[in-house]
């Protein structure tokens, strides 16, 4: 189960960085634009949090995404 999980936070966190890398933001433009804090995107991007869903939300969007274009793929 701990691997699952594990593969699921590490997906999340490639789909993040994937999408902030496509709009030329850092980890600090999108935790402003989420009013979230830059350690903590820079750990859900690690796939080391295990965010809550509205983490997710405020971070879709930040990246003026729909939670479905952000959980593609993951």
Known sequence: ???ERDR???A???RIRQLRDAKG????????????DRSYVAGIEAGLRNP????????ARGLRCSLS??????
């Open 1 to 3: 189960m701990a691997k």
């Open 8 to 10: 699921l936070l590490s």
């Open 12 to 14: 999340l966190g490639s």
């Open 25 to 36: 933001w850092t980890q600090e433009t999108l935790a402003e634009a989420a009013d979230l």
């Open 52 to 59: 809550s869903i509205r983490a997710v939300a405020k971070i």
């Open 69 to 74: 274009q952000l959980l593609e793929g993951v």
